[in-house]
C-alpha cells in the first residue's frame, strides 16, 4: 500500500496533512488502484468484455466505473484516515508482543472461520492456508472453507447469501 500512500501525499492539495479541503485527486488515484486487489481482474474482464472507446477522448466503461467508485469513496472519507488506515494495514503484526505468532494465537478461545476465496490477491489463498495452518497448530478449534468465485476480495460483497451462509452455520 506504500504506493497509494504515495500517490495522496502527492497531490498538491494534501499540504503535509494540513489541509482545509479534502484533497480528493490523490485519494480517488490511490482507491482507483486499491480497488485492483478488491476486485480480481478476471472479475473485471467479464464485466467489461465489450469495452470498447470511440475515440482517446472517451473514457472507457472500465474507466468510468473506476472514476465513479474513487469519487464516491473520496466524497465520504477522509484522506488522512485513509492514509493511517493503509498504513495500520502494513504495520499490523499478530505477533507483536509475543514470542511467535502461534503463541499469539493460542489466546483465541472462539471458534473460527476462515474462508478463502481462490479469486482474492488482498488476502490470497496461501496466505490463508498459511493462518489455517497456524491456529491449527495453536490448537484453534477452526473450521477452513475454499470458496471459488471471480469477485475476489469483494465476493463478500457480492456472494452475500453464500458468505452469509457460511458464517451462519
Excluded: W
Excluded at 494540513?18 to 474482464?45: C, E, Q, V, W
Excluded at 498459511?130 to 471471480?150: C, M, P, Q, R, W
Excluded at 469477485?151 to 457460511?166: A, K, P, R
Aim: glycine content about 4%; charged content about 25%; overall charge negative.
Amino acid at each position: 500500500r506504500v504506493v497509494q500512500r504515495e500517490v495522496i501525499t502527492l497531490d498538491p492539495e494534501y499540504e503535509e496533512g494540513y489541509y482545509s479541503m479534502n484533497p480528493i485527486n490523490g485519494l480517488k488515484i490511490a482507491r482507483k488502484l486499491g480497488h485492483f486487489t478488491y476486485r480480481n481482474p478476471a472479475d473485471l474482464n467479464q464485466k467489461f468484455l465489450d469495452n470498447k472507446k470511440s475515440s482517446i477522448e472517451e473514457l472507457s466503461d472500465v474507466e468510468n466505473y473506476l472514476e465513479y467508485n474513487a469519487h464516491k469513496f473520496a466524497a465520504n472519507f477522509d484522506t488522512n484516515c485513509y492514509l493511517y488506515l493503509l498504513h495500520a494495514m502494513d504495520l499490523y503484526d499478530i505477533a507483536d508482543g509475543f514470542d511467535s505468532e502461534i503463541a499469539a494465537l493460542k489466546n483465541i478461545q472462539a471458534k473460527t472461520l476462515v474462508i478463502s476465496v481462490n479469486s482474492d490477491i488482498l488476502f490470497t489463498p496461501q496466505q490463508q492456508d498459511e493462518l489455517v495452518e497456524s491456529l491449527t497448530a495453536a490448537g484453534v478449534d477452526t473450521l477452513y472453507i475454499k470458496h471459488k468465485s471471480n469477485y475476489g476480495h469483494d465476493t463478500f460483497l457480492v456472494e452475500t447469501d453464500l458468505i452469509g451462509n457460511y458464517v451462519s452455520e
